[in-house]
């Protein structure tokens, strides 16, 4: 019997309010809502074990601008589903922000690849999630606007302290054509670290063909939630059912 992948249905702030961006393209965003924390308490409503914020604004400029909103849904969320929080995470010192105000893992992305060590010592304070975006195996920077010189394969070997993978393939992100089941199912092969899938969800089918990697640690899914391909509680059924074949 499989065990049951945790979901983590995602909410990209920028400004204060709930976006989704094409391909990682400040340019390219579509607003969802202008209440995140309502958005949070209806994914743990619905049953979600997670719920992954992403602070765009923190990401682009290192400015945490969203951060009393992060803290807002940490609260909201508290008892009821544990926050996993990213973007603009460059510094023990933000990790060390994040913790307190409720965040119960964090995930380094560009400074992790360039930092590796920050891992480490951000890892005393939280739980560390390590990001790694990539375009064709190769790990992106910055946003997404720079390469890191850094292979996947190689990254998954660098992060010895992390709590998870998260691992996104940039070319998928936010355009509902299907996750890169092989590439994810080839990369927890290669690790022993919890590798959480991004990037491409855009059905239940999806979510099927995920669950059958075996030891696959969990799967973030946003605009498919949002553009009604199906609901969290839909996705947390179909997750279980495929645990339980």
């Known amino acids: 019997m499989a065990s049951v992948i945790d979901l983590y249905p995602a909410i990209d702030l920028r400004g204060g309010k709930v976006v989704r961006l094409t391909k990682?393209?400040?340019?390219a965003e579509t607003v969802y809502g202008d209440d995140p924390v309502e958005v949070a308490e209806s994914f743990a409503d619905a049953g979600a074990p997670w719920v992954h914020v992403v602070d765009l604004d923190a990401a682009r400029s290192g400015d945490p601008i969203n951060r009393p909103v992060v803290s807002a849904i940490a609260s909201a969320?508290?008892?009821r589903a544990r926050l996993q929080n990213g973007g603009g995470v460059r510094t023990?010192?933000?990790a060390i922000a994040l913790a307190a105000a409720g965040?119960?893992?964090?995930?380094?992305?560009?400074?992790?690849v360039q930092h590796p060590e920050l891992v480490a010592r951000a890892s005393e304070v939280v739980p560390v999630a390590v990001g790694l975006d990539h375009r064709d195996g190769e790990l992106a920077v910055h946003g997404w606007t720079e390469s890191s010189?850094?292979?996947l394969d190689e990254a998954l070997g660098m992060f010895p302290t992390a709590a998870a993978f998260?691992?996104?393939?940039?070319?998928?992100?936010?355009m509902l054509?299907?996750?890169d089941v092989n590439g994810l199912a080839a990369a927890v092969s290669a690790t022993?670290?919890?590798v959480i899938a991004s990037g491409g969800v855009s059905s239940l089918d999806d979510l099927v063909a995920l669950a059958a990697i075996a030891g696959l640690g969990g799967i973030i899914t946003g605009k498919a939630v949002y553009e009604g391909r199906f609901t969290v509680h839909q996705a947390l059924a179909t997750l279980a059912a495929a645990g339980l074949g």
């Open 192 to 194: 022993r670290v919890p």
């Open 177 to 179: 054509v299907g996750p």
């Open 166 to 174: 998260v691992i996104t393939d940039i070319a998928r992100d936010g």
């Open 77 to 79: 969320l508290r008892g």
């Open 149 to 151: 010189g850094v292979r």
């Open 24 to 27: 990682g393209d400040y340019d």
């Open 92 to 94: 023990v010192a933000d």
């Open 103 to 112: 965040v119960d893992r964090v995930v380094m992305g560009s400074a992790a």
